[in-house]
C-alpha cells in the first residue's frame, strides 16, 4: 500500500536537488543481516542535465534505518561506475547519544567498483566533496560532521572516523550527507556533475 508524501524538495549545490515522493512497505534485509519489512521513502535525487536518481531511505521494524541510491525498475542508461553504484554501499542510521551516519566516501576503482573510503580527514572530505555542498547539506539539517570521538564521545578503534550528527526531523539531513559522501565521488568520476 502506498501513500503520498508532502512535496518537499531541497536544493544541495547549485545542480543537485531532491524531492521527497512515496513511502511504501518494503521486505529486505537491516544493515544487520536481519530479514525483516519495513517503511521506505523515495527521495528523487535530479542531477542538472542528466537522468533523476532514487534514494531510498529506509526504517526497517528491527528499529535499524539505513539510505542507498535505489535501483529503479527501468534502470536508464548511465556510465557503468553509477550503475554499479545503484543497491550498493548503503549508509546506515545510527542513533546513541546522538542520531547519526558514518561519513565514508565512495569512489569508483579503476574497475569501476564502488570503492569505500573509511580512513579520512575532515579536511579530505572538503577537498573531495566541496565546501558548497557541505554547507548545503548543513542547512538541511545536519549538526555537525567530524569525528565519532568528537561528536559521540566515541573511544573505541573507529573513534577517529567521521559521521555527521542529525537534528530531529531533519528528514532530508541523512539523504544529503549520503549523496554528498557517497554518490557525489561518483558523480563526478562520470562526469555528470
Known amino acids: 500500500?502506498?501513500?503520498?508524501?508532502?512535496?518537499?524538495?531541497?536544493?544541495?549545490?547549485?545542480?543537485?536537488?531532491?524531492?521527497?515522493?512515496?513511502t511504501e512497505s518494503v521486505q529486505g534485509e537491516s544493515c544487520s543481516?536481519?530479514?525483516t519489512s519495513g517503511r521506505q521513502t523515495t527521495w528523487n535525487l535530479r542531477v542538472e542535465g542528466h537522468h533523476t536518481l532514487p534514494v531510498w531511505l529506509r526504517e526497517w521494524n528491527t528499529g535499524?534505518?539505513?539510505?542507498?541510491?535505489?535501483?529503479?525498475?527501468?534502470v536508464p542508461p548511465m556510465p557503468e561506475a553509477l550503475s554499479t553504484l545503484l543497491n550498493k554501499r548503503r549508509a546506515g542510521i545510527e542513533?546513541?547519544?546522538?542520531?547519526?551516519m558514518s561519513v565514508y566516501l565512495v569512489q569508483p576503482s579503476e574497475q569501476g567498483w564502488p570503492k569505500l573510503q573509511k580512513k579520512l580527514t575532515l579536511d579530505d572530505f572538503h577537498l573531495t566533496v566541496g565546501s558548497e555542498l557541505i554547507e548545503a547539506a548543513h542547512s538541511l539539517g545536519i549538526m555537525?560532521?567530524?569525528s565519532k570521538e568528537e561528536l559521540l564521545g566515541e573511544t573505541g578503534r573507529s573513534r577517529n572516523e567521521l559521521c555527521g550528527?542529525?537534528?530531529?526531523?531533519?528528514?532530508?539531513?541523512?539523504v544529503a550527507l549520503y549523496v554528498i559522501?557517497?554518490?557525489v565521488p561518483t558523480l563526478r568520476a562520470v562526469n555528470w556533475l
Do not use: C, Y
Open 64 to 74: 535499524e534505518s539505513d539510505v542507498v541510491l535505489g535501483r529503479p525498475s527501468n
Open 181 to 183: 559522501s557517497r554518490v
Open 165 to 174: 550528527t542529525f537534528g530531529s526531523g531533519a528528514e532530508a539531513a541523512p
Open 33 to 35: 543481516g536481519k530479514r
Open 1 to 22: 500500500m502506498q501513500k503520498v508524501a508532502s512535496p518537499i524538495s531541497a536544493q544541495i549545490g547549485r545542480f543537485l536537488t531532491i524531492f521527497k515522493g512515496a
Open 144 to 146: 555537525g560532521i567530524a
Open 95 to 100: 542513533q546513541r547519544q546522538k542520531t547519526f
